[in-house]
């Protein structure tokens, strides 16, 4: 059974290696096919894919969108596009505009909860200001001892109602799934457990999300709880969508699962890569 993880992040968003480091460190825990998607930028996938051969292992081009749905942040992941897409770089072009205002305001937030320099203690983990997240800001937070660790970070800050949270007016859902499949790619709704919608609201995403061209939800993802992969398993059956998989990795030992320790997808699914090989 091939290993496939299809969710992935190098430093070029918010994860920690640089891509080739991330092939390297996925081929040797196991990896067959994988698939960098770094959130609102594909900068990185050139050298992904060179590493990707060296290491002889598959590889698959991909993005993972913000967007907003309900008032929520949602995420989409795009898979198998082409980066070089004058559509899907404008897109993400315009969603990663007003990262750095953003992140000023969470560090100004941060500073009157009493934890100053976060903006510059940020930045020390991101390269391009355009593409300052929460991650960075809570890897600052672990490096001064105000946390433990990231997962302590996001339950004490950075989330609605906690110092240093700052919404974002991202894109739409037909705009994201739009330049996805200007770029020639598939859309797939990342770590849908993750979100805090009612039932209701959650049939309401799937529903539209099917309605204008999303195919496939992530099912087994390092974002779930293990007693979550049945739950989206089954509205994958449900909606007909195919399924996908991946750690989420950003870091060793930061992500919740690492490669060799993802389970394989539920029995009964069709996988999202069934008919690429």
């Known amino acids: 059974m091939l290993n496939v993880d299809l969710h992935c992040h190098s430093n070029v968003s918010d994860g920690v290696l640089a891509p080739a480091a991330v092939a390297q460190y996925a081929r040797k825990a196991g990896v067959d096919v994988w698939g960098l998607t770094d959130h609102d930028e594909v900068s990185g996938i050139a050298a992904a894919r060179v590493a990707a051969a060296q290491v002889g292992m598959q ?3 991909g993005v993972e969108i913000s967007i907003t749905w309900a008032g929520q ?9 082409d980066e070089t897409s004058p559509v899907l770089l404008q897109g993400l072009a315009d969603t990663r505009n007003g990262r750095d205002a953003r992140g000023r305001e969470m560090a100004a937030q941060l500073a009157r909860a009493g ?9 020390k ?18 490096e001064i001892g105000v946390c433990a660790n990231i997962p302590d970070v996001f339950r004490k800050y950075l989330t609605e109602g906690k110092p240093g949270y700052v919404p974002h ?3 739409s859902l037909e705009q994201a799934l739009g330049w996805i499949t200007a770029a020639g790619g598939i859309g797939v709704i990342a770590h849908p457990g993750r979100y805090k919608f009612s039932p209701v609201a959650e049939g309401a995403l799937f529903d539209e999300f099917k309605q204008i061209g999303g ?3 992530e099912v087994v993802t390092g974002s779930h709880t293990p007693d979550q992969y049945p739950v989206y398993a ?3 059956r449900r909606y007909g969508f195919l399924a996908s998989r991946g750690t989420d990795f950003h870091a060793p030992g930061e992500s919740r699962a690492e490669f060799a320790l993802l389970p394989p997808l539920p029995s009964g699914l069709k996988p999202v890569w069934h008919d690429w090989f």
């Open 73 to 81: 942040t949602v995420h989409i992941v795009g898979l198998r596009v």
């Open 169 to 171: 007016r991202w894109a």
């Open 234 to 236: 089954e509205l994958a």
């Open 115 to 123: 934890i100053a320099g976060a903006y510059e203690g940020a930045l």
């Open 125 to 142: 983990y991101v390269a391009n200001p355009d593409l300052m997240s929460r991650t960075h800001f809570a890897r600052y937070l672990v």
């Open 215 to 217: 195919t496939a939800i």
């Open 59 to 61: 590889f698959v081009p």
